[in-house]
Each structure stands twice: as structure tokens, then as C-alpha cells.
């Protein structure tokens, strides 16, 4: 128990020190900003919730001692809620048989699905953002303004008197789809974290529950239709327009990983498969268009079974999930 408690503790203390180092302005802070989730996330499936529920709150409260209500707020809504959560539904199982007789006597498990985390993380990931675009007004006027403003300055170096022919146009263009784009980054992050996390574990031999295959990786039905329904809202204008688009960018990036899934197995039979699998990996990283023909992919998986006709086709069994 007394060693539980210290991990945690120490799990909490990297997280909040990995989440203040953004005060410093360094380029590095950035990266451990986002992976400030990290250690709690680790505690959490190796040690479990519990421990990273302690770590959290006591990174929280580190934070709200140095920096005041605002960052400890922030703090746990971003970092330490998403961290405790995610790790404890990573751990959720249920027997596979309904007979409580046969359940007690086989050790086969219904582990809790990837696409339902992929659901949660995009939650997460849109609350984030949403919580970011507060800080910055409580109506659309003003959030839309204070995008205009940064980017203005991001975009001139600082001087916003003289600015080019175009300048303008690209700045609302920037302000329009800065809100999705910013939850697309918190979405991959939120992943990569939860990903790592389990890497990390396994390695130790403290992961409980079996490796997944993220190549069979579905969402859940309904979603698909919370997505349609998101970019209607999106041309609604207001704030409801800008959360929707936010909304939907984190479903659409769930999407675009299931996209990728897909690419997984119907590359299979191919004698380039590293080839096409790494160029269209390198591309979306550097170049970020072809996450659309992912998200595309994804939503054609998820109304037409690519996947499993596939498998079909080729008189090949499932993998295992």
C-alpha cells in the first residue's frame, strides 16, 4: 500500500512538472507538456486508478499552490482527469460467458474496446479545447477576435501595421479552422500518451489486461452518427458552431485511426506493404492532408465493412481483438 502511495506521489510530481514547464517558453517544454499525462497514465495500468487518482490530486494541488486556481483547474481537467479515466477503463473486463458457472471457471476476458476509448479520448480531447477557447472569451465575437489577434501576430512576427496584400484573408482562414485542428493535436496526444502508457507496462510486466489489435480497432455504431449530426451544427454559427467543429474534428481524427487500421489489413496480401504503409505515414505526418483519405477510409469501414469483407474475400479468420 505504502508503496502504491509513493509511486503515485512521484507520478504526480513528474506530471506537474512536465505540465509547468510550458511557463518556460522553451521549444522541449512543449513536447513534455503534452506528454505530462504520461506518468499518471503508467501508475494508473500498472498500480492502478486508484494510485493515479492520488497522483492527480496531488499534482493539482502543487499546481494550484505555484500558480494559482486557474492552472490547478486546468490541470486536472486536461491532464489528471483524462490520465485517471482512461487508465481505468483500459482495466475494465467481463467474462466472456453470461454463465456465472463457466465464467468462474474460464479465464477468458471481454476487455473494454479500443474504438469505446478512442470515443473517451476524443471527449477528453474536446474538452480541452473548449476549456482553451474559454480562456479567450465566453461568445464567438470575442474567441473568434482573440484567434484573429495571436495568429496576426504569429503570422507579421510581432507587427501587425504593415501587413501584406492577403495577410488578412489567410489569418480568418487560420482563426476558422484553428479550433479543429488545435483538438486533432489534443486527440493524437491524448493516444500517443495512452499508447506509450501501455508500452511502458507491458514492458515492466505490470499490464493486466492483453495487448490489443489495434488493426480490428471499430467504433462504436452510433458514432457516426453523432459526427453527422456535429457538422450539421457546425453551420450554425455561434458558439455552437465552433464547439460542433470541434466535436466533430475529434470524431473525424478517431476515424482517420481506424482509416489507418483498415490500410493495416487490406494491405496484406501486397509485396510493398512497408513501403505504402510507411509513405502514407511520413506524408500525413509532414504533410497532414492525407489524414483525409484516412478519415475517409474509416467511415467507408465503418458503413461498408471493408475489414471484414476483406477477410472474407481472402477466406482469412478475424484477428484476434
Known sequence: MMTNILIAIAAGIASATMFASIVSGALVSLMLFYLAP?????TALGWGSTAA??????????????????????????????????GHLALLARPVSNDPQLA????ALDWYP?????????VFASLTTMSALFTLGTDAETIG????????????GGVTESREPGTERAVDMLATIAPGAATMIAMLALSLNLWLAAKITATSQRLRRP????????????????????ILLSFAGGLAAIFSQIISASLMMAYAMTGFATLHIVTQALSGRALILGGVYAATLFVGWPVIGMIALGLADAAFGI???YLAKRSLPAPPT
Open 307 to 309: 475489414r471484414e469483407r
Open 104 to 107: 468462474s471457471m474460464a479465464p
Open 114 to 122: 479500443v474504438g469505446r476509448l478512442l470515443v473517451w479520448i476524443a
Open 145 to 156: 477576435a482573440a484567434l484573429r489577434r495571436g495568429l496576426m501576430r504569429i503570422v507579421s
Open 53 to 86: 487518482l492520488v497522483g492527480g490530486a496531488v499534482a493539482a494541488l502543487g499546481i494550484g499552490a505555484m500558480f494559482g486556481l486557474n492552472y490547478m483547474m486546468a490541470f486536472a481537467l486536461t491532464i489528471a482527469l483524462p490520465a485517471w479515466w482512461l
Open 211 to 230: 495487448w490489443p489489435n489495434f488493426t480490428m480497432t471499430k467504433m462504436p455504431p452510433g458514432v457516426m452518427g453523432a459526427v453527422v449530426v456535429a
Open 38 to 42: 504520461l506518468p499518471l497514465m503508467v
